[in-house]
């Protein structure tokens, strides 16, 4: 086996059971795979965030991964990727620089894919320069213009 597997596959993953509830806010510094129900906030912003089929979030999640199987409403903050796999369901707004949904899965809300670094306020002036009047234009700026507005 390739090194880089290895350490893959001997990552940390804490499971949260199908019979488990939760409600408030879930820090974690590894791997999380969720089966039962949580309410509130979960961030993992250096980890991988695991909804399983069973999982039922209703909660604003932060990690660096985001995997739906389950169901989550809520928005959701990804650093790297959020995928929405079959039959799983997204109800909220999705701030990602990759966003993945596939064919059967449920997503309402908005997609935000702005890249790391890039500014939210760049785009903004460009909108407020639109709304104001353009510049007048001369009458007869060459001969050819001239011809044009007889």
Same mark, same amino acid.
């Given at each position: 086996?390739?090194?880089?597997?290895?350490?893959?596959?001997?990552? &940390?993953?804490?499971?949260?059971?199908?019979?488990?509830?939760?409600?408030?806010?879930?820090?974690?510094?590894? %791997?999380?795979?969720?089966?039962?129900?949580?309410?509130?906030?979960?961030?993992?912003? %250096?980890?991988?965030?695991?909804?399983?089929?069973?999982?039922?979030?209703?909660?604003? $999640?932060?990690?660096?991964?985001?995997? $739906?199987?389950?169901?989550?409403?809520?928005?959701?903050?990804?650093?790297?990727?959020? %995928?929405?796999?079959?039959?799983?369901?997204?109800?909220? %707004?999705?701030?990602?620089?990759?966003?993945?949904?596939?064919?059967?899965?449920?997503?309402?809300?908005?997609? &935000?894919?702005?890249?790391?670094?890039?500014?939210?306020?760049?785009?903004?002036?460009?909108?407020?320069?639109?709304?104001?009047?353009?510049?007048?234009?001369?009458?007869?700026?060459?001969?050819?213009?001239?011809?044009?507005?007889?």
């Amino acid at each position: 086996m390739p090194r880089g597997e290895a350490s893959y596959k001997e990552r &940390d993953v804490v499971n949260i059971g199908k019979s488990v509830v939760i409600k408030g806010e879930l820090n974690g510094s590894e %791997d999380l795979t969720i089966e039962g129900q949580v309410e509130g906030t979960i961030q993992l912003r %250096d980890h991988v965030l695991t909804i399983g089929p069973n999982g039922k979030i209703k909660a604003q $999640v932060f990690a660096k991964v985001v995997v $739906v199987l389950g169901e989550v409403s809520g928005n959701v903050s990804a650093s790297e990727k959020v %995928d929405i796999r079959d039959n799983g369901s997204v109800d909220g %707004d999705i701030v990602a620089p990759r966003v993945a949904i596939a064919e059967g899965a449920h997503f309402r809300g908005s997609v &935000d894919m702005q890249r790391k670094g890039a500014q939210p306020q760049a785009v903004k002036p460009a909108v407020a320069q639109q709304a104001q009047p353009a510049a007048p234009v001369a009458q007869t700026a060459t001969p050819a213009a001239a011809a044009a507005q007889r």
